[in-house]
């Protein structure tokens, strides 16, 4: 099994910037497909971003795409989610996800993956 740990969420105002670190453990990180996914208080948890194992796709929500950019450095097991231009509306909890090779490429859908970290919350304030 893979361990995922996110990290980097806070508080950040409109218009600023933070990156997200999804880090690994007891799988390399680079034989899985990896999404960043985030859920908003009293709403379902939905797609933001995602890449292949190859790191030769990328995917992202249409709500994202321009501002925000999914990276992985597989020397330190780790995926980055970089955000920029925050908005208010990204306020959530955002999650990592792990996808087994066995599965194919990366997935848009929450039920794809079967590995998530805990989350770590952003706060984008007007």
């Known amino acids: 099994q893979v361990q995922l740990v996110e990290s980097g969420g806070g508080l950040v105002q409109a218009g600023g910037s933070l990156r997200l670190s999804c880090a690994a453990s007891?799988?390399?990180?680079?034989?899985?497909?990896v999404g960043w996914f985030r859920q908003a208080p009293g709403k379902e948890r939905v797609f933001v971003a995602a890449?292949?194992?190859?790191?030769?796709?990328?995917g992202y929500a249409d709500s994202v795409k321009g501002r925000f950019t999914i990276s992985r450095d597989n020397a330190k097991n780790t995926v980055y989610l970089q955000m920029n231009s925050l908005k208010p509306e990204d306020t959530a909890v955002y999650y990592c996800?792990?996808?087994?090779?066995?599965?194919?490429?990366?997935?848009?859908?929450?039920?794809?993956?079967?590995?998530w970290g805990q989350g770590t919350q952003i706060t984008v304030s007007s």
């Open positions: 007891g799988r390399t990180l680079s034989s899985y497909a």
């Open positions: 890449t292949s194992r190859s790191r030769s796709s990328t």
């Open positions: 996800a792990a996808r087994s090779p066995v599965y194919g490429d990366y997935s848009k859908i929450r039920a794809g993956y079967e590995y």
